[in-house]
T-cell receptor, first 125, second 106 residues
Framework: EVQLLESGGGLVQPGGSLRLSCAAS????????MTWIRQAPGEGLEWVSA????????YYADSVKGRFTISRDNSKNTLSLQVNSLRAEDTALYYC??????????????????WGQGTMITVSS | IQLTQSPSSLSASVGDRVTITCRAS??????LAWYQQKPGKAPKLLIY???TLQSGVPSRFSGSGSGTDFTLTISSLQPEDFATYYC?????????FGPGTKVDIK
């Protein structure tokens, strides 16, 4: 079964750090781009960061650039997100998701077709 | 790219035809996806490339549009379709989401 399982969330003080992990199973992890998306309580979805299948390319939302670092270990089928200098506005449920390349009418699309259940970060003193 | 959705919420009955609109701040060709999210659950991919149905998604869901204006249609609303729906820009980073449209029971 194709599955993503996040872990590592928790309660942290402003300015603190955490390392989120996403364990992948049921597919060839290295062939897929992966992404982190977050959702603040009662709010919508916010894309946070993405990484290519090889790990060579990384991308960040402006709101987290310089504070968050995405990485992956393809030998362990694991995606990570190091979150530093946390702020109250980083409080959210953090999902990892798989980006699956689809070819349609000669163009490539990369929708997020598999999602984990999320891990919660609460930033509060 | 900014995405707006309308309406932000709607009330409908089982069997109703429901239409949700997503508008992009500039032309994005067909680089749009739609997701469904139920309370306490992760989002689920419904449609990508504006109109291509994800495998396993019921055919009552359809998508249309290109450029700046897109539509998600549920042809006959079922009890399991009450949820929040998000559009998402697919072409380049940042991969923006729309603010969501909540569909609840009338």
């Amino acid at each position: 079964e194709v599955q993503l399982l996040e872990s590592g969330g928790g309660l942290v003080q402003p300015g603190g750090s955490l390392r989120l992990s996403c364990a992948a199973s049921g597919f060839t992890f290295s062939k897929y781009a992966m992404t982190w998306i977050r959702q603040a309580p009662g709010e919508g979805l916010e894309w946070v960061s993405a990484i290519s299948g090889s790990g060579a390319a990384t991308y960040y939302a402006d709101s987290v650039k310089g504070r968050f670092t995405i990485s992956r270990d393809n030998s362990k089928n694991t995606l990570s997100l190091q979150v530093n200098s946390l702020r109250a506005e980083d409080t959210a449920l953090y999902y990892c998701a798989r980006g699956d390349v689809r070819l349609r009418s000669g163009y490539y699309y990369i929708p997020f077709d598999i999602w984990g259940q999320g891990t919660m970060i609460t930033v509060s003193s | 790219i900014q995405l707006t959705q309308s309406p932000s919420s709607l009330s409908a009955s089982v069997g109703d035809r429901v239409t949700i609109t997503c508008r992009a701040s500039q032309g994005i060709s067909s680089y749009l996806a739609w997701y469904q999210q139920k309370p306490g659950k992760a989002p689920k991919l419904l449609i990508y490339a504006a109109s291509t149905l994800q495998s396993g998604v019921p055919s009552r869901f359809s998508g249309s549009g290109s450029g700046t204006d897109f539509t998600l249609t549920i042809s006959s609303l079922q009890p399991e379709d009450f949820a929040t729906y998000y559009c998402q820009y697919l072409k380049s980073y940042p991969l923006t989401f729309g603010p969501g449209t909540k569909v609840d029971i009338k």
